[in-house]
C-alpha cells in the first residue's frame, strides 16, 4: 500500500497557475502509474491525467490537455500536477491516486490507494 498526501491547492483567479504535489511513501512509488482525478461539488470524480511508472507516457482528459502537465520525480517519491490557464470551471477537489495494474489509467475503478484531496478554487 501507498500512502499519498497532496498539497499545493488554493484560491487563484481565471488565467493563473498552480502547482499541485502528491508525495508518495513506500519503496514501490516508482513502479506505480499515477494519476489525477478531480471533484467538483455535486459531480462524480473524473479522471484529469496520469502517467506511467516510466513517465514516459502521459494521459490526460480533453477538458485540460493543452493546459495541465502530470510528471513525477522517483527520486523524491513525488508527483506533480501543473495547471496553468486555469477556469472557473476547474474548481474542485484534486485527488492523486496509485495505479499497481498497469492498465485503466482513465478510470477510478483502477486506482488502489487515493490521497485525502486537496481543494482547487478558481475565481472568475
Known amino acids: 500500500q501507498v500512502q499519498l498526501v497532496e498539497s499545493g491547492g488554493g484560491l487563484v483567479q481565471a488565467g493563473g497557475s498552480l502547482r499541485l504535489s502528491c508525495a508518495a511513501s513506500?519503496?514501490?512509488?516508482?513502479?506505480?502509474?499515477m494519476g489525477w482525478f478531480r471533484q467538483a461539488p455535486g459531480k462524480e470524480r473524473e479522471f484529469v491525467a496520469a502517467i506511467t511508472w516510466s513517465g514516459g507516457i502521459t494521459y490526460y482528459a480533453d477538458s485540460v490537455k493543452g493546459r495541465f502537465t502530470i510528471s513525477r520525480d522517483k527520486a523524491k517519491n513525488t508527483a506533480y500536477l501543473q495547471m496553468n490557464s486555469l477556469k472557473p470551471e476547474d474548481t474542485a477537489v484534486y485527488y492523486c491516486?496509485?495505479?499497481?495494474?498497469?492498465?485503466?489509467?482513465?478510470?477510478?475503478?483502477?486506482?488502489?490507494?487515493w490521497g485525502q484531496g486537496t481543494q482547487v478554487t478558481v475565481s472568475s
Open positions: 513506500g519503496r514501490t512509488f516508482s513502479t506505480y502509474a
Open positions: 491516486a496509485a495505479n499497481r495494474r498497469g492498465y485503466g489509467f482513465t478510470r477510478t475503478e483502477s486506482y488502489d490507494d
